[in-house]
């Protein structure tokens, strides 16, 4: 239950809006570079920074409660080619809104499978290694999910990106990953650089249980 206290929930919250926060920035940036979504930024770093602090559930909470925050202002089902498909055309909108609107930052928290071996671990290689692996590990997850939603409901043949028309999945993968992989990136190098230079937002209560330690031995 220690993982679902009032504190904790605050923090999910809070790490939740700052990272709402950042989403809308940078859309605000790079509206005109990706019109059909996506933005070059650090929104993830949030989720990471909770993942890392609480595990993995409180990590996929923040993304959730991000992407639920990121709906109410509305949107976008795009209806490309794969809704001639009969079956898309009923379940489409929903598995697209899955895909672009949930799933895409709730997995970003899955970061925080990697918590506990940055924590346990006495190693600063050790804990670096875990800083990068989860946030690699969550980044490609979200790219994942916009590159599928891409490939099934963005190909409609009548736009373009980087010369390739949106008419097969190779547009879907351009598309996606020219913004996802420097997101990817970035929120990597700051999570290292939290972890090296910041600990303790990542450990929040190291500080707290070394003055309990201090208290009982007097």
């Given at each position: 239950?220690?993982?679902?206290?009032?504190?904790?929930?605050?923090?999910?919250?809070?790490?939740?809006?700052?990272?709402?926060?950042?989403?809308?920035?940078?859309?605000?940036?790079?509206?005109?570079?990706?019109?059909?979504?996506?933005?070059?930024?650090?929104?993830?770093?949030?989720?990471?920074?909770?993942?890392?602090?609480?595990?993995?559930?409180?990590?996929?909470?923040?993304?959730?409660?991000?992407?639920?925050?990121?709906?109410?202002?509305?949107?976008?089902?795009?209806?490309?080619?794969?809704?001639?498909?009969?079956?898309?055309?009923?379940?489409?909108?929903?598995?697209?809104?899955?895909?672009?609107?949930?799933?895409?930052?709730?997995?970003?928290?899955?970061?925080?499978?990697?918590?506990?071996?940055?924590?346990?671990?006495?190693?600063?290689?050790?804990?670096?290694?875990?800083?990068?692996?989860?946030?690699?590990?969550?980044?490609?997850?979200?790219?994942?999910?916009?590159?599928?939603?891409?490939?099934?409901?963005?190909?409609?043949?009548?736009s373009k990106f980087a010369g390739i028309v949106s008419?097969?999945?190779?547009?879907?993968?351009?598309?996606?990953?020219?913004?996802?992989?420097?997101?990817?990136?970035?929120?990597?190098?700051?999570?290292?650089?939290?972890?090296?230079?910041?600990?303790?937002?990542?450990?929040?209560?190291?500080?707290?249980?070394?003055?309990?330690?201090?208290?009982?031995?007097?």
């Open positions: 239950m220690k993982n679902f206290s009032v504190k904790v929930l605050c923090e999910i919250a809070i790490f939740a809006a700052i990272g709402f926060a950042l989403d809308l920035l940078q859309g605000s940036l790079f509206g005109r570079v990706w019109v059909n979504g996506g933005s070059i930024g650090i929104a993830m770093v949030p989720i990471f920074i909770i993942s890392y602090r609480r595990g993995l559930v409180p990590g996929i909470m923040c993304g959730l409660l991000l992407s639920l925050v990121q709906m109410l202002g509305g949107v976008y089902v795009f209806q490309g080619k794969t809704f001639d498909n009969s079956f898309l055309k009923v379940m489409g909108p929903f598995f697209q809104i899955m895909l672009d609107y949930i799933l895409a930052y709730t997995l970003v928290g899955v970061a925080g499978a990697f918590s506990g071996m940055y924590k346990n671990s006495e190693s600063s290689k050790t804990k670096m290694l875990a800083i990068i692996l989860g946030c690699i590990i969550g980044g490609t997850l979200k790219f994942i999910v916009h590159f599928l939603s891409g490939g099934f409901f963005w190909l409609d043949g009548y008419d097969n999945w190779l547009y879907s993968f351009v598309y996606n990953i020219s913004y996802c992989l420097p997101c990817i990136v970035l929120s990597t190098i700051i999570m290292v650089l939290i972890a090296k230079l910041h600990p303790e937002f990542i450990i929040p209560d190291a500080s707290v249980d070394k003055n309990e330690v201090i208290n009982n031995e007097e």
